[in-house]
């Protein structure tokens, strides 16, 4: 189950059993404000994230979990306008960023200035930006551009929905 939580900061505190934990590593570091502490404050990703942790205790015992930390909007979707897939980490991925009503993408394409599909993914979650596109159009990366995207969504009710719109590629 799944329960919405106020924007903003969020702190991760594990649980840890079988004696004292020594030492932590979280991964990725996207978003923490840490990666070697016991409990490190998640700021705004902008998208769901998955992060291990792996803690030592005093008896150098080593464990490891996960959390997933899935993020949501009150609007169906909210798209940017552009974005700016140079690898600096930022903005990098142009994704589906929708709300919990939405219970899957059926069909995200998008299209060039003539029509021409560049990219889709089809039958996958909304927030999730490793199936979001790199800006890239077959093994190439183009300049500054826009494109047509249409999403075409399945919502937890059973309605579908299609959100059509324009992107501009920044580099």
């Known amino acids: 189950m799944t329960l919405p939580r106020p924007a903003g900061p969020l702190r991760l505190q594990p649980v840890v059993t079988g004696g004292k934990a020594r030492n932590w590593a979280w991964t990725p570091a996207l978003?923490?404000?840490?990666?070697?502490?016991?409990?490190?404050?998640?700021?705004?990703?902008?998208?769901?994230?998955q992060y291990l942790v792996t803690a030592?205790?005093?008896?150098?015992?080593?464990?490891?979990?996960?959390f997933d930390l899935k993020t949501y909007i009150r609007k169906t979707v909210d798209m940017p306008n552009a974005f700016s897939p140079n690898g600096d980490g930022v903005n990098d991925v142009f994704y589906v960023i929708?709300?919990?009503?939405?219970?899957?993408?059926?069909?995200?394409?998008?299209y060039d200035r003539w029509g021409r599909p560049v990219f889709e993914r089809h039958n996958i979650p909304a927030n999730d930006r490793l199936?979001?596109?790199?800006?890239?159009?077959?093994?190439?990366?183009?300049?500054v551009d826009t494109y047509v995207y249409v999403i075409n969504l399945l919502m937890a009710d059973g309605t579908t929905e299609s959100v059509r719109g324009t992107v501009?590629?920044?580099r």
Do not use: H
């Open 56 to 66: 030592t205790n005093e008896y150098f015992c080593t464990d490891s979990a996960v």
């Open 31 to 49: 978003g923490l404000s840490c990666t070697n502490c016991e409990q490190p404050v998640v700021s705004q990703t902008g998208s769901s994230m």
């Open 98 to 110: 929708g709300s919990l009503k939405i219970a899957s993408v059926k069909d995200f394409m998008i």
């Open 131 to 143: 199936y979001g596109w790199d800006g890239t159009t077959g093994k190439r990366n183009p300049g």
């Open 168 to 170: 501009v590629v920044i």
